[in-house]
């Protein structure tokens, strides 16, 4: 089992930043990837971004060029730098981690963009 405790979510203005951290606690050694989705009101949650354990990312289309994401192996933490924020960036942000063949998710945190 792993459990995930995310951090970081809140109020910005567009053109801001934030940056989301997600900790991940108790068998992690099988961790091969984490990242973030994100879930829009009424919609079904996007693929944000994803690293695996050597260090590859992955990004969604609306997000290449303003966000990063960042792993630190020691700590077995994940982050994601968010810049150049936009209303529609908007939504609850869910930090998972890949484990074997399954899926492991944070609470959620919110992000919301105002204009």
């Known amino acids: 089992q792993v459990q995930l405790v995310e951090s970081g979510g809140g109020l910005v203005q567009a053109g801001g930043s934030l940056q989301l951290s997600c900790a991940a606690s108790?068998?992690?050694?099988?961790?091969?990837?984490m990242g973030w989705y994100r879930r829009f009101p009424g919609k079904q949650r996007e693929l944000v971004a994803s690293i695996s354990r050597d260090g590859g990312a992955g990004y969604a289309d609306s997000v290449k060029g303003r966000f990063t994401i960042s792993g630190d192996n020691a700590k077995n933490t994940v982050y994601l730098q968010m810049n150049s924020l936009k209303p529609e960036d908007t939504a609850v942000y869910y930090c998972?981690?890949?484990?074997?063949?399954?899926?492991?998710w944070g609470q959620g945190t919110q992000v919301t963009v105002s204009s």
């Open positions: 998972y981690a890949g484990w074997n063949a399954y899926d492991f």
């Open positions: 108790g068998s992690t050694f099988n961790i091969h990837s």
